[in-house]
């Protein structure tokens, strides 16, 4: 099972609005509405931020929603702030019936 | 509070075996999967496999299938992850986190594993 496609850095000034692709296949992502997103900040644990393709967890800021067309999904960050700098990691259910993750991008805010 | 708590850090020879713990609090630990997830230094997430404590059904990820063994002990809320002779690529932190569905959360600390001679 190969690891999704994500961009290994994307940037953005406050206030910004950025966006994150996780590219995989008609097996993984483009076969089921299972991706979700994570945020992980430096010596912490991933953080779930975005399930069912597009739900937000309860507490998690609007400013972040998610997407898919076909075999990517997207994760868009609008009005950018400094404490959204961290890695960001989508994953998928699998036709394998395991899940696969991306391969992490990181997100700085210049 | 849904809470996972793993066991702490550990050093270990090569060779060596080693049983990492996660225990389940604020929830019914028989009726949701937990996952594992390795995180070598300075790299992504990996996702090694998962186990329904309810029954101890237990998928792996081909990558790890016959390196690791997950397993579950429903009587005290707690999943394992065990490596029967550890090698030096094993060096990783070790997530665990319940799985909702298809999707993880919460998780637990983590848990460093270094092997070094």
């Known amino acids: 099972q190969s690891a999704l496609t994500q961009p290994a850095s994307v940037s953005g000034s406050p206030g910004q609005s950025i966006t994150i692709s996780c590219t995989g296949t008609?097996?993984?992502?483009?076969?089921?509405?299972?991706v979700s997103w994570y945020q992980q900040h430096p010596g912490k644990a991933p953080k779930l931020m975005i399930y069912e393709v597009s739900n937000r967890p309860s507490g998690v800021s609007n400013r972040f929603s998610g997407s898919k067309s076909g075999n990517t999904a997207s994760l868009t960050i609008s009005g950018l702030q400094a404490e959204d700098e961290a890695d960001y990691y989508c994953?998928?259910?699998?036709?394998?019936?395991?899940?696969?993750f991306g391969t992490g991008t990181k997100v700085t805010v210049l | 509070e849904v809470q996972l708590v793993q066991s702490g850090a550990e050093v270990k020879k090569p060779g060596e075996s080693l049983k990492i713990s996660c225990k389940g609090s604020?929830?019914?630990?028989?009726?949701?999967?937990i996952g594992w997830v390795r995180q070598m230094p300075g790299k992504g997430l990996e996702w090694m496999g998962i186990i329904y404590p309810g029954d101890s059904d237990t998928r792996y990820s081909p990558s790890f299938q016959g390196q690791v063994t997950i397993s579950a002990d429903k009587s005290i809320s707690t999943a394992y992850l065990q490596w029967s002779s550890l090698k030096a690529s094993d060096t990783a932190m070790y997530y665990c986190?319940?799985?909702?569905?298809?999707?993880?959360?919460?998780w637990g600390q983590g848990t460093l594993v270094t092997v070094s001679s």
């Open positions: 604020g929830y019914s630990f028989t009726s949701y999967w």
């Open positions: 986190a319940r799985l909702s569905r298809h999707w993880f959360d919460p």
């Open positions: 008609s097996s993984d992502v483009g076969g089921y509405n299972y």
């Open positions: 994953s998928s259910y699998t036709s394998s019936s395991t899940h696969v």
